[in-house]
Nanobody, 128 residues
């Protein structure tokens, strides 16, 4: 059984901050990589950030570099996405996803099909 549960979304003013959390349970604890994706209304789901377990390497979409930070607390089975200097264009439903199979050409990619399980999503709205 695999379970991912996101939380921490909400309404924030431009320039504000939010921290999203993703609680892992069951076989989700055996991940190879974890990623955050987001989907805005009428747009494709896009990768935001990822982290690879083996070496801790991280990736960020150009649109969030310098503003977002991904982290993992393996002791608490939690994944976080710290989002600072939020902009209206960051408004979206945010999802965490895990790669359980591993052996990907590019670990921690932003390819949706590289991820086996997804959370239900949490809404982030950036508006004044």
């Amino acid at each position: 059984q695999v379970q991912l549960v996101e939380s921490g979304g909400g309404l924030v003013q431009p320039g504000g901050s939010l921290r999203l959390s993703c609680a892992l349970s069951g076989f989700a604890l055996n991940y190879y990589a974890i990623a955050w994706f987001r989907q805005a209304p009428g747009k494709e789901r896009e990768g935001v950030s990822s982290i690879v377990r083996s070496d801790g390497s991280t990736k960020y979409a150009d649109s969030v570099k310098g503003r977002f930070t991904i982290s993992v607390d393996n002791a608490k089975n939690m994944v976080y996405l710290q989002m600072n200097s939020l902009k209206p264009e960051d408004t979206a439903v945010y999802y965490c996803a895990i790669d359980l199979a591993g052996a990907k050409v590019v670990p921690g990619s932003f390819l949706r099909y590289d991820y086996d399980y997804w959370g239900q999503g949490t809404q982030v709205t950036v508006s004044s």
